[in-house]
């Protein structure tokens, strides 16, 4: 079936690197963009940046900008999203979503990769 | 960027009502979509492109827009239906999402 699986739960120290990779199955990986979105506990969701795996184009939100670098794969139908010079406002749930490339919906999810950071 | 302004933030109801939860958008935008999402979980698309119901939804959820003002309504809650929801805008990047509506049972 189409699913998304992301790598496992991450404790980084401030300052650190992160880098949390999504693996896609049952579908062309390359046919739909892969989203970032991320929901720090308590919160809503807040946009993080936009890749295609076709063209290797992405978009990031402001708010991540400089910090946030989206890369795939595509030999692995795998994409990555690495964020660097964590904060401790940086903890929080990272999700990878397909992006339906006609109307941006998100069909399908990851499970979450949960990111703590802490010293 | 687009701002999603979502009301209610939250929203109490019983079983079998009929609730609505909207989103008006900042400026013209052509494609909003909804999610639910339950504690734990990942969201779920329930609808698209303001109306249309993403497949294996109950078609108890449905959508509408009128200008920039975009409804999701659901018509006869059942008891998987307390979640929170989230409006999305997917017509220009950020693809900015509402501040969610928490449905609780009343």
């Known amino acids: 079936q189409v699913q998304l699986v992301q790598s496992g739960a991450e404790v980084k120290k401030p300052g650190a690197s992160v880098k949390v990779s999504c693996k896609a199955s049952?579908?062309?990986?390359?046919?739909?963009?892969i989203i970032w979105v991320r929901q720090v506990k308590g919160q809503g969701l807040q946009y993080v940046g936009w890749?295609?795996?076709?063209?290797?184009?992405?978009a990031y939100a402001q708010n991540f900008q400089g910090r946030v670098t989206m890369t795939r794969d595509t030999s692995e139908n795998t994409a990555y999203m690495e964020l660097s010079g964590l904060r401790s406002e940086d903890a929080a749930v990272y999700y990878c979503?397909?992006?339906?490339?006609?109307?941006?919906?998100?069909?399908?999810w990851g499970q979450g990769t949960t990111v703590t950071v802490s010293s | 960027d687009v701002q999603m302004t979502q009301s209610p933030s939250s929203l109490s109801a019983s079983l079998g009502d009929r609730v609505a939860i909207t989103c008006r958008a900042s400026?013209?935008?052509?494609?909003l979509n909804w999610y639910q999402q339950k504690p734990g979980k990942a969201p779920r698309l329930l609808i698209y492109?303001?109306?249309n119901l993403q497949d294996g939804v109950p078609s108890r959820f449905s959508g509408s827009v009128s200008g920039t003002d975009f409804t999701l309504t659901i018509s006869g809650l059942q008891p998987e239906d307390f979640a929170t929801y989230y409006c999305?805008?997917?017509?220009?990047?950020?693809?900015?999402f509402g501040q969610g509506t928490k449905l609780e049972i009343q």
């Open positions: 979503a397909r992006g339906d490339l006609r109307f941006g919906a998100l069909d399908v």
């Open positions: 049952g579908y062309t990986f390359t046919t739909y963009d």
């Open positions: 890749m295609s795996p076709n063209s290797g184009d992405r």
């Open positions: 400026e013209p935008i052509l494609h």
């Open positions: 492109a303001a109306s």
């Open positions: 999305q805008q997917s017509y220009s990047t950020p693809y900015t």
